[in-house]
Structure formats: C-alpha cells, structure tokens
C-alpha cells in the first residue's frame, strides 16, 4: 500500500464505510419491521414501519454525502500533488540560471572596485 497513490486509497475507505454504513441501516430496517410484525395495533405497526422506511432514507443520505466529500477530498489531494509536481519540474533549471545570475554580480562587484581605484588615482594625479 506504499505504492498506492492516497487519492485511491482515500475512494477505497470511503466505499468501505459506506457499505457499513448500509448495512447497519438494513439490520435497523429488519429490526423495525420485525417490531412492527409483533405489534398488536394497527397505529404502532405504522410507526415502526414508518420508523424503518426512515431509517434507510437517513442512511442512503449519509453515505450519499459521504461518497461525495471522499470523492471531493480525494480529487482535492489528486489536483495539488499534481501541482506539486508541476511546481517541482521547472525549478531545476531555475537552480541553474541562478547560479549564472550568482556568478555575475561576484564579477560585477570586481568591476566598480576597479573602477574607483582608477577615479582615485586620477584624482590624486589631478591634485598633484
């Protein structure tokens, strides 16, 4: 699993939490319908088929959203790795041209050094 990308990694949990997610729902489901097999009024068999009927809804709901923000995290990691990656490339031959902008203001700096050696000594031939 080291080699699989997290983006992956990230849908296949999702779709595991999701399948437990339905399943609690469906032992819920049998467990309302079962109560309402055994009640003995006609308004609590109702209930708790109503209650049932509910139960998956809310869970259809919940794992809907859940494979929702999986998938919106999931896209989310794979577009800034792909960034990075894209941001990693160029700055190699980036390195490269700044060491030939180091490179000229070391001989740049040589230059006005020289420079001001020349303007001192023609001051110094204009004072004499």
Do not use: C, H
């Not at 800034?80 to 740049?108: C, G, N, S, T």
């Amino acid at each position: 699993m080291a080699d699989a990308d997290l983006d992956a990694v990230i849908r296949q949990l999702a779709k595991q939490q999701n399948k437990a997610i339905l399943s609690a729902a469906k032992k819920r489901r049998d467990r309302f319908n079962g109560m309402a097999v055994k009640a003995k009024d006609k308004d609590a068999k109702e209930r708790f088929k109503m209650l049932a009927r509910e139960a998956v809804e809310q869970a259809n709901a919940a794992a809907r959203r859940l494979l929702i923000s999986a998938d919106n995290v999931a896209d989310s990691y794979a577009r800034a790795m792909r960034q990075a990656a894209a941001a990693e490339l160029p700055k190699a031959p980036e390195k490269k041209a700044e060491k030939k902008d180091e490179a000229a203001p070391a001989k740049a700096a040589k230059k006005p050094v020289k420079k001001a050696a020349t303007k001192a000594g023609a001051k110094s031939k204009k004072a004499g």
